[in-house]
């Protein structure tokens, strides 16, 4: 009952950001400002773990592809299929919600119980449109990016770890990368970036935006807006392969 | 004028206000006292709306605030100021960004007018040379200025303070329940109170309600009040041993 209750306000949370706008111009900036914030602080860590990804995926692979019957090219497009497909928008999803879902959600908590978002409604401003839409906009516009360059950087780590640990060479690993190219799971791994994106934006917001007591609540509506947005990410990993991969 | 009706409000069935009624005149400092946990910040909080009463209305020179639609409330609130009982300076911002925050988003001035109009409030309030300064590099008096700056810089018709001198030094409290007063005054705007300070009491009110779990139990001046007859009140104005001193 709680959750279809939550489920609810969390639906009205998101129609109330649409009531009573401020101007373009007020958002224009606030959303660039989120997207340094969202996004250009998030290239690092992205880049470390979706360079280890792509090395360490085409290593395990070598080591599981034993038969001789089996060409080594195959080796990079298995890394390519699980970066493009998996990989990229969905584990740096995971990890993009550790780092950028658990800030928004202390953000905006320590904003409530500061009194700082009262301020904001008692001066007439759409405290939930102000705040947040910027933020959501920014990782949308962000996160796919943020994708694109996961996976770009993944298959450059892959290709690093297997020449030079010798398990296949420069163009066996360029053919592999090329063998039987569906274009169709670019576009899928771009769709789930942005569900990924919307889904840890606004779950994010939600548990900072209705925080309620002091600096421990914040802490836990951190960890909970972690935690739910990591399930709603595979919950909605199903979904849509599920749906569009059938 | 602020009038409130018969406002009522409970938290999980148990009640905090139980019909208060009054009116806030304007040009007027009025205050709310009474002991913690009596339901004065709960009762401000209605006023403004941040909590919705489960019943009664409140009334912004005559237009229904309670009962407006979300786009009406929305332009009342455009002339309330609001000082905060930490300030609630967004801490991202420095002292003239967040003096400026309501003109950047509320009105289209220019960016000449808008600093004209920060200086002359921050000037107002005793605050020059910290329009750079972020919020934790000023001391709880200069937030509670710069709060109250940040409150009068759209010309508001209504300010409210909540607990404006809790955590000051006593000194610092006279200056700000004086600067309160004399904002009041002369901008001719309607100030609401909540306090549970005698110094602010007896300094500043003009009009004054006593609340006490949840009920108005008295409604006078401040002249008024050491003669209320009212057991309670007696016993919150006399609580402490030099006010005990001076009634006998």
């Given at each position: 009952m709680a959750m279809i209750k939550n489920l609810g306000k969390y639906f009205i949370f998101i129609g109330s950001m649409f009531v009573k706008m401020e101007r373009f111009k007020t958002y224009f900036r606030l959303t660039i400002d989120e997207c340094m914030g969202v996004g250009i602080n998030s290239i690092a860590l992205v880049a470390i773990v979706s360079t280890f990804m792509g090395a360490v995926t085409t290593i395990q692979t070598a080591f599981n592809l034993v038969s001789p019957l089996i060409p080594r090219f195959v080796i990079s497009q298995v890394v390519r299929e699980m970066t493009v497909l998996e990989l990229a928008p969905t584990i740096i999803a995971v990890v993009f919600a550790g780092k950028v879902g658990s800030s928004i959600a202390s953000g905006l908590g320590t904003m409530r119980i500061s009194e700082q978002i009262d301020a904001l409604e008692v001066m007439g401003i759409n405290s939930a449109s102000y705040l947040v839409l910027p933020k959501i906009i920014a990782t949308l516009l962000m996160y796919p990016l943020l994708v694109i360059l996961a996976g770009l950087l993944s298959l450059i780590g892959g290709y690093f770890a297997g020449v030079f640990s010798g398990v296949i060479s420069p163009y066996e690993y360029n053919y592999g990368l090329q063998?039987?190219?569906?274009?169709f799971v670019v576009k899928f791994a771009l769709i789930k970036s942005i569900v990924f994106a919307f889904l840890v934006s606004t779950i994010s917001s939600f548990k900072g935006y209705y925080t309620k007591g002091g600096a421990l609540e914040v802490g836990i509506a951190s960890t909970k807006a972690v935690t739910e947005s990591v399930i709603a990410i595979l919950l909605a990993d199903y979904l849509l392969a599920f749906l569009l991969l059938k | 004028m602020i009038e409130i009706d018969n406002i009522k409000k409970a938290f999980d069935g148990k009640t905090v206000l139980n019909g208060i009624s009054a009116t806030f005149e304007k040009g007027q400092t009025n205050l709310i006292i009474g002991t913690s946990g009596t339901g004065k910040s709960v009762l401000l909080k209605c006023i403004v709306d941040l909590i919705h009463p489960d019943e009664g209305s409140v009334f912004y020179d005559g237009r229904d605030f309670t009962h407006a639609t979300k786009d009406q409330k929305i332009d009342i609130r455009r002339e309330i100021g609001m000082l905060f009982q930490g300030g609630a300076l967004f801490d991202s911002k420095t002292v003239e960004q967040n003096v400026q925050f309501p003109l950047d988003v509320l009105t289209k001035m220019t960016q000449e007018e808008k600093e004209e109009r920060v200086n002359f409030c921050l000037n107002r309030v005793g605050?020059?040379?910290?329009?750079?300064?972020?919020?934790?590099?000023?001391?709880g008096g200069m937030k509670k200025r710069v709060g109250i700056a940040r409150a009068i810089v759209n010309n508001s018709n209504y300010l409210f303070c909540d607990e404006p001198n809790s955590g000051l030094d006593p000194i610092t409290s006279i200056m700000i329940d004086d600067l309160i007063s004399e904002i009041t005054h002369e901008y001719n705007i309607t100030t609401v109170v909540v306090t549970h300070d005698m110094n602010s009491v007896m300094g500043m009110g003009e009009k004054i309600i006593y609340l006490n779990e949840g009920l108005k139990l008295w409604e006078g001046k401040s002249d008024e009040i050491v003669n209320s007859g009212v057991k309670a009140l007696d016993e919150f104005v006399f609580a402490n041993k030099v006010m005990q001193q001076l009634k006998r």
């Open positions: 063998f039987e190219f569906n274009p | 605050l020059d040379n910290t329009n750079t300064k972020m919020p934790s590099e000023i001391s």
